[in-house]
C-alpha cells in the first residue's frame, strides 16, 4: 500500500499539531462557542449601560440584570469548558458590575 502525498501531509498535520481531525473540530467549536458567550456579554453590559444612561424603573434594570447574569454565567461555563479557570481579566475586560456576578448560578422562579 503506497501512500499518496495528500496522506503524507495529513500524516504529518496530525503528529506534528498533536491533533486529529475530531479534536480539532471539537476545538473549533468551543472556540466558536466562546465567541459567541463573549458577544452576547458585550450585548447585555452594552444595555445595562444604555439603560444607566437614560434610567427606568428600578424593575426594569432588573430584568437587565439578571439577563446579564445569565449570559455572563453561561460565557463562564464556556470559558472553564476551554480549561480557562480564572475569570478576573474576563470580568474586568467587559466590565461585569458586581451586583451581576452577584447573581451568577441564582436560579429565580
Not at 504529518?12 to 467549536?29: C, D, K, N, W, Y
Not at 465567541?35 to 437614560?54: I, N, P, T
Amino acid at each position: 500500500m503506497s501512500l499518496s502525498i495528500a496522506d503524507l501531509a495529513e500524516l504529518r498535520q496530525r503528529l506534528t499539531s498533536g491533533f486529529g481531525p475530531i479534536e480539532s473540530e471539537v476545538m473549533a467549536e468551543k472556540a466558536a462557542s466562546l465567541g459567541y458567550h463573549g458577544r452576547q456579554v458585550e450585548k447585555a453590559m452594552a444595555a445595562l449601560q444604555a439603560f444607566d444612561a437614560a434610567p427606568g424603573t428600578a424593575d426594569e434594570r432588573l430584568i437587565l440584570v439578571k439577563a446579564a447574569a445569565r449570559d455572563v454565567w453561561k460565557f463562564f461555563v464556556q470559558r472553564e469548558a476551554c480549561g480557562m479557570r480564572d475569570q478576573r481579566d474576563a470580568i474586568r475586560h467587559y466590565g461585569i458590575p458586581p451586583e451581576v456576578l452577584a447573581r451568577l448560578g441564582a436560579i429565580e422562579k
